[in-house]
């Protein structure tokens, strides 16, 4: 009788240049299920996966060029190692970026370049750009960071690792403003301005989609009802067939004039029907970030709330 293989363990390598968003990166995998330990010497790692208690669940480990015992050497070395073995699934990632936004990114922090404490942050980049190259050529995976802002690169980690810890295919749901543009990355995107408007409501207008008010308001359309259904129906079939093929990340975005109401209305009522089919997701109001309101937040399945209950 032929013995069951050893199941893959996957161990993902984070690194890249500071300020490029390995912390970002780290928080996100996480967020995903993964077993994650930030700025862990090289050393460390052999003796952390062949531990007694290592190997429970998918790994990230962030490796900080600026540690005292980090050389390009000993990170290929051990890339190299855990790459061979049967047992493992070992990956490269790598956050990259242009010299010139991990400069401005240091300007707006007003923080010292590790590397070049009493030189300029544009010494101490060009001198962790040049100690980092071969891995960068020999990453598995290379993210360049320059152009994309924290949700865009949790998204973009989402895509490549969301299906390692069998939580299925992510899906995040956002709202936003038509006069800034469509947010980077959507799938599908829905046009919400039918729907009658809170705005030129006196006293709905200082409030959101996020209060009762305006929920009421918005869902009192005539419209509102049918235009979800259809929503759902058209999802019902494109998730699944998207989650056969493969695909680890779904974006879909609802957009109104002035990203507030309606299309606030609309994320949050789609996303909790998902999540009431089991579907894992997450959501993004951009316009009400811009204004400081922190309303990124993941919507558990309802299987998983009855469990908890």
């Not at 990230?60 to 699934?89: P, Q, T, W």
């Given at each position: 009788?032929?013995?069951?293989?050893?199941?893959?363990?996957?161990?993902?390598?984070?690194?890249?240049?500071?300020?490029?968003?390995?912390?970002?990166?780290?928080?996100?995998?996480?967020?995903?299920?993964?077993?994650?330990?930030?700025?862990?010497?090289?050393?460390?790692?052999?003796?952390?996966?062949?531990?007694?208690?290592?190997?429970?669940?998918?790994?990230?480990?962030?490796?900080?060029?600026?540690?005292?015992?980090?050389?390009?050497?000993?990170?290929?070395?051990?890339?190299?190692?855990?790459?061979?073995?049967?047992?493992?699934?070992?990956?490269?990632?790598?956050?990259?970026?242009?010299?010139?936004?991990?400069?401005?990114?240091?300007?707006?922090?007003?923080?010292?370049?590790?590397?070049?404490?009493?030189?300029?942050?544009?010494?101490?980049?060009?001198?962790?750009?040049?100690?980092?190259?071969?891995?960068?050529?020999?990453?598995?995976?290379?993210?360049?960071?320059?152009?994309?802002?924290?949700?865009?690169?949790?998204?973009?980690?989402?895509n490549w690792f969301s299906d390692a810890t069998g939580q299925g295919m992510a899906i995040s749901i956002h709202s936003f403003s038509y006069k800034r543009g469509l947010p980077q990355g959507l799938d599908m995107a829905f046009d919400c301005r039918f729907l009658r408007n809170p705005h030129w409501e006196p006293d709905l207008r200082p409030f959101t989609g996020l209060d009762r008010q305006v929920s009421d308001y918005v869902a009192a359309d005539k419209r509102f009802d049918v235009f979800v259904k259809h929503i759902m129906e058209l999802l019902g079939v494109v998730l699944p067939g998207c989650l056969d093929e493969g695909k680890a990340h779904f974006s879909v975005g609802f957009g109104c004039t002035g990203g507030k109401h309606r299309s606030v209305t609309l994320t949050e009522a789609v996303a909790a029907a998902l999540a009431k089919q089991s579907w894992r997701v997450s959501i993004r109001h951009r316009e009400l970030e811009r204004q400081g309101v922190r309303v990124t937040t993941p919507v558990a399945p309802e299987s998983e709330r009855e469990a908890s209950e």
């Open positions: 009788m032929k013995a069951n293989p050893t199941p893959s363990q996957r161990v993902v390598l984070v690194t890249g240049p500071s300020g490029a968003g390995r912390s970002t990166a780290i928080n996100t995998l996480e967020d995903l299920g993964f077993e994650a330990i930030d700025n862990i010497p090289v050393s460390l790692i052999p003796r952390l996966i062949d531990g007694a208690n290592a190997l429970a669940q998918p790994l990230a480990l962030g490796i900080d060029a600026r540690n005292r015992d980090f050389s390009v050497e000993g990170l290929m070395e051990l890339h190299a190692v855990l790459s061979s073995r049967g047992d493992m699934n070992c990956e490269l990632l790598y956050l990259d970026c242009l010299p010139d936004i991990l400069s401005r990114r240091y300007s707006e922090t007003r923080r010292r370049h590790p590397l070049a404490p009493d030189e300029s942050p544009a010494d101490g980049i060009a001198r962790e750009l040049a100690l980092l190259e071969d891995v960068k050529t020999r990453a598995d995976i290379l993210v360049d960071t320059s152009e994309l802002t924290i949700h865009d690169l949790r998204a973009e980690i989402e």
